[in-house]
């Protein structure tokens, strides 16, 4: 081996030993001067993103000092305020609750009188739909997950070129489709969903003898409570709409082929305990 492999040799022996075989790489690649030069860029990137931390955490606290300060600033300001700048604050606090207050009232007539107007309104092709068991949760609560009744094939009767319904387009999944989801514990698809999560945490609790005996000994207990208090009640699955019994509360003395026309004010029961509502009439606004 020549002088200069020896050396070599000897130096990386001794920066793996120390703990700075990186650097001795990055000098044997780039030379002294070119792994320098990185390093020197490395450190200058470190400090420059510890600024921007710094920055942003500076702006971060910044806002919630904003914020408070705004806040005492108010608390201050109505323990020195002069009587009538104290009666026009509170006049105009007054001002906007009623304002809100009227904003909903209307806003709660209006879907009344909607409403009302929808319970005397024949349906057609292709209504909008809620069950109270087909719901998803977001951040604002409870949103219902709607779908539609349809009608395959016309009783020939139709409103704006759209067949009309009767209360024996009840069907699932023929008439009325799918929710997507459901939460309602008599459902076998949600039974099953509670039932796997009670295998999964048996499985976690149990002991390795436990473990050992289930293979000569079936301990599994597949019954599930389906009350609303259960864990079912806490699971979803999938809807598969199930109708013992048609659509109640039509229109008795408007026959359409025969039975009863179908209105808005009309619900459906389905055999899981779902509740189903019209919510649209499916005739063009």
Known sequence: ?????????????????????????????????????????????????????????????????KEDFNNLKDAVGDLFASEEEKAAKKAE????????????KAQEEEEKARREALDKSYILHTALLVCDKAYITSETGLEAH???IVLPQSHGESIHGLPQLN????????????????????????????????????EETKSWTDKLMSIFVDDSNNDVC?????????????????????????????LIDGSPALLGRCTLNCIYGGNITIQSSGQPE
């Open 93 to 104: 606090e007054e001002a906007k609750k009623a304002k809100e207050e009227a904003e909903k």
């Open 1 to 65: 081996m020549s002088e200069k492999n020896i050396v070599s040799s000897i130096l990386e022996s001794a920066a793996v030993e120390f703990g700075v075989d990186g650097a001795y790489e990055a000098i044997q690649k780039d030379g002294f001067l070119g792994a320098t030069q990185k390093a020197v860029e490395n450190k200058v990137d470190d400090i420059k993103q510890g600024v921007n931390d710094v920055k942003n955490k500076a702006k971060e606290v910044g806002g919630y000092l």
């Open 146 to 148: 709607p779908s539609y």
């Open 226 to 254: 389906d009350s609303e208090e259960s864990l079912a009640a806490y699971c979803a699955g999938v809807c598969t709409p199930k109708f013992d019994k048609g659509w109640v509360d039509g229109k008795e003395d408007v």
């Open 167 to 202: 209360v024996d387009d009840y069907i699932g999944d023929v008439n009325v489709l799918n929710f997507g989801i459901c939460r309602s514990p008599k459902n076998p698809s949600v039974q099953a969903a509670a039932r796997k999560i009670l295998d999964e945490v048996k």
